[in-house]
């Protein structure tokens, strides 16, 4: 079993800047890729944004690319997700999850193991 918990969300202002962590627990090793993910209310959990084990390799959704940025502190078991110049439809839960997969992914279906989930709420 491995335990993930999100951290470091808030209200923020559009175009402020919040930065989220991911720590992992339990059974970890460091050969998983780690995604973000978020939900707002009446819609479908999204992919945001992965990393790959070394964190060697990053994908990006459309809607954070340039904005946001993931990455990885392996002796930490811990992943960031640096978020700038925030607007209000980034607002969700943000929840991180872990992949054994070979390849990163952007679908919820290639994640195992996944947090609770953090808020983001940003004003207008």
């Known amino acids: 079993q491995v335990q993930l918990a999100e951290s470091g969300g808030g209200l923020v202002q559009a175009g402020d800047s919040l930065r989220l962590s991911c720590a992992a627990s339990?059974?970890?090793?460091?050969?998983?890729?780690l995604g973000w993910f978020r939900q707002a209310p009446g819609k479908e959990r999204e992919f945001v944004t992965a990393?790959?084990?070394?964190?060697?390799?990053?994908y990006y959704a459309d809607s954070v690319k340039g904005r946001f940025t993931i990455s990885r502190d392996n002796a930490k078991n811990t992943v960031y997700l640096q978020m700038n110049s925030l607007k209000p439809e980034d607002t969700a839960v943000y929840y991180c999850?872990?992949?054994?997969?070979?390849?990163?992914?952007?679908?919820?279906?290639?994640?195992?193991?996944w947090g609770q989930g953090t808020q983001v709420t940003v004003s207008s």
């Open positions: 339990g059974r970890t090793r460091s050969t998983y890729n």
């Open positions: 990393i790959s084990w070394s964190g060697g390799s990053t």
């Open positions: 999850a872990t992949s054994s997969r070979g390849s990163i992914s952007g679908s919820v279906h290639s994640y195992d193991y």
